[in-house]
């Protein structure tokens, strides 16, 4: 749904997630388009084959931890 919309950011929460891989395509060419239109995109994926594919920057959560102050 995100995708029809005209929102400057959209939020991605494994919008491939349980897709084969023909949907998961047209889902990174939809990002594409998006990120081509001028869109912020902040993203979760779990995959690093879409992530190679959509992602201009990562950051490694991996360290962080709830305990930690913020």
Do not use: C, Y
């Not at 349980?18 to 979760?44: C, H, P, Q, R, Y």
């Not at 995959?47 to 950051?59: C, F, M, N, S, T």
């Amino acid at each position: 749904r995100g995708f029809i919309t005209q929102f400057p950011v959209l939020l991605l929460d494994e919008p491939t997630a349980s897709l084969d891989t023909g949907n998961s395509e047209v889902v990174a060419e939809l990002i594409d388009e998006k990120k081509k239109g001028g869109v912020a995109l902040l993203g979760i994926f779990h995959g690093p084959d879409i992530r190679k594919k959509v992602a201009d920057r990562l950051i490694d959560v991996s360290h962080f931890s709830a305990q930690q102050a913020a």
